[in-house]
């Protein structure tokens, strides 16, 4: 049985200040993520020092140079909140991490929470720029003008299973999911041949099969090896090459299958998977087809859908649970919705338009279009592509449907509202939030698995929590009672 | 450059089905394989058909009224650069 499969996302968010042409982008982020009403008193580092983005998980490691912000720079670019979360300036955008999570659908309720997030900072940022001007942020993947910027899954996986495995394995599956988890997106990208209309925000920018880049010449399987945990056990899989997806019931089912097909590759459970002739290809051919009917070719000489790829997957998922009665929870919902979708996606994909973030924008976009006698090169379709993005719920395209009940929900308020302040309980994600509001100032600075305190005499106490499954509310609760300073924890923790 | 003449919508692709009448479809193939199509269930059909299109109606009307003006200029202006 495998270890408990840790998650969590990062969504790099577009920016745009309305009334400034020339506005300043880095500035503009960094405004966004200290006007958020966290605790803004709270004075703390993101710990770089066991950062290692350079280390590839093929075996080696690029001498390369990777800049650390100074102090006064970190203190700026990077919030660390009280449920767990990251919220910082990456390059050009502002970014948010969700947490770790134990399961799919806390990841979603705390990647709604990450948009509430920086909906509030945008209010907040809004009140100090120069009266006529507006910060509009949209979560997507694309600018229309051949720049495409991300969002990451991350997926804890046992060290033991090869990375090569992992590839082939995964490989095909992630070419094809972007029929259930595609966002959407009018027009081409990069050079590639022109279609009105396609599936993925993401495919056109993707170039090779494996490598260490996220910037340029993207590859479908990132190799970055920097795991934020125990090195000798566990690997943590950066999947880059997934839209941002506005509907819930879509990152439910872009996340929760990944999850499936992980487990299964991990328990050796997964035989080797139809093996593409060119991936990249296939990726791209896929997208361009929202009728999902293009059949790509095999290494074998055959040909396959992407509705028969993902049959391939799901196949072995229903084995899976078969065999696997005490698998986790939620693997059943998961694999019933995937079988589902993939069956009325075979009959017509428009039959998704409540569920699939690629359908429900062809939706609107076609009788916006028929209702308006207006085209694909209509201007305003294309705005309906970036504002079906708008993060704000008045002007967000995705949001006008939510609200008229036209999209699948798999989450209720309560569920969003509260991740904005509380950790998942069942993560160590619960041990960096608790400390973070009970002991504020006199944390020194924080990272994925350590977290510093400075207690005043002498010098600054990490103490570092390279397991993930452990620093949750069961382990630590009582340790954190009886602690009333982080003097009084740290010296709780070593005696 | 976007244009500013606009083209009559034509599906490029076979089979794409606004998702309406994709439903509507799906019912009248059930009921084609029924011995009797009753004239209260063509009715409800016709009713239901005509609701999805009112709500269509006034979804794409919403869509309008918060949709940002000045369309062309504004996505002429976003650009993103640097990206992961």
């Known amino acids: 049985m495998a270890l408990p499969k840790i998650i969590g996302s990062e969504t790099e968010y577009g920016l745009v200040v309305q009334n400034d042409p020339d506005f300043d982008s880095i500035a503009t982020s960094l405004l966004l993520v200290n006007s958020y009403n966290a605790d803004q008193g709270l004075r703390l580092l993101w710990d770089y020092d066991q950062e290692d983005p350079l280390v590839d998980a093929r075996g080696f490691e690029l001498d390369d140079e990777y800049d650390v912000p100074d102090h006064q720079d970190n203190m700026a670019i990077n919030k660390i909140l009280p449920n767990g979360a990251r919220f910082y300036v990456d390059h050009a955008h502002p970014e948010f991490s969700t947490p770790e999570c134990s399961n799919v659908l806390d990841l979603l309720r705390y990647e709604k929470a990450g948009d509430r997030i920086l909906n509030l900072s945008r209010l907040g940022a809004n009140q100090l720029i120069p009266p006529g001007r507006s910060i509009v942020i949209y979560k997507n993947n694309s600018d229309q003008k051949g720049n495409s910027y991300g969002y990451h899954e991350n997926y804890l996986l046992d060290r033991r299973t090869p990375f090569q495995t992992i590839a082939e394995r995964f490989m095909p599956f992630l070419v094809s999911r972007q029929i259930f988890c595609g966002a959407g997106k009018v027009g081409v990208e990069n050079g590639t041949g022109y279609v009105p209309y396609q599936i993925s925000q993401r495919a056109d920018f993707f170039e090779t099969e494996m490598g260490l880049d996220t910037m340029v010449k993207r590859p479908i399987i990132n190799t970055r090896d920097e795991p934020h945990a125990n090195r000798d056990r566990y690997r943590r899989l950066h999947v880059i090459i997934g839209d941002a997806n506005m509907s819930e019931y879509t990152t439910y089912l872009k996340v929760g299958t990944a999850l499936v097909v992980l487990q299964m590759i991990e328990d050796a459970f997964l035989p080797d998977p139809p093996a593409l002739r060119n991936p990249v290809r296939a990726l791209r051919d896929i997208s361009h087809d929202p009728t999902c009917k293009v059949a790509v070719p ?35 919902a998961i694999v019933q919705e995937w079988g589902t979708v993939l069956e009325r996606l075979a009959e017509d994909p428009m039959q998704l338009c409540r569920e699939i973030d690629w359908v429900m924008k062809l939706h609107i976009l076609t009788n916006y279009m028929e209702r308006r006698g207006s085209g694909w090169d209509d201007p305003r379709i294309a705005m309906m592509d970036l504002q079906y993005h708008d993060i704000r719920p008045e002007k967000g395209l995705y949001y006008v449907l939510e609200r008229s009940g036209a999209a699948r929900r798999m989450l209720v308020e309560e569920d969003i ?18 400390c973070l509001k009970k002991f504020k100032n006199q ?24 397991e993930p499954t452990r620093g949750t509310k069961r382990h630590v609760q009582q340790l954190l009672d009886r602690s009333d300073t982080a003097a009084a924890l740290v010296a709780n923790i070593v005696t | ?25 799906q019912v009248r193939r059930t009921s084609d394989a029924q011995t009797e199509t009753t ?19 006034a979804l794409i009307d919403e869509i309008d009224e918060v949709l940002e003006e000045n369309a062309e200029e504004f996505v002429k202006n976003y650009v993103q650069r640097g990206g992961e």
């Not at chain 1, 074998?300 to 196949?315: C, D, F, K, P, V």
């Not at chain 1, 944390?443 to 929590?465: A, E």
């Open chain 1, 298 to 332: 095999m290494k074998n000489g055959s040909t396959m859908t992407a509705i028969e790829l993902q049959r391939w997957y799901h196949e072995m998922a229903l084995r899976y649970l078969a065999q696997h009665p005490d698998c986790h929870p939620t693997y059943p």
């Open chain 1, 417 to 434: 509202v509260r991740s904005m302040e509380d950790p998942p309980e069942d993560t160590r994600a619960y041990f960096r939030g608790q």
């Open chain 1, 443 to 466: 944390i020194f600075g924080v990272n994925w698995d350590s977290i510093s305190f400075n207690i005043g005499d002498g010098p600054i106490k990490r103490i570092m929590m390279e």
């Open chain 2, 1 to 25: 450059m976007l244009q500013t003449q606009t083209i009559a919508a034509r599906p490029a692709w076979a089979g794409i089905v606004t998702c309406a009448e994709g439903g509507q479809q």
């Open chain 2, 39 to 57: 004239t209260t269930s063509a009715n409800n059909l016709s009713a239901k058909g005509e609701k999805l299109r009112d709500e269509m109606d």
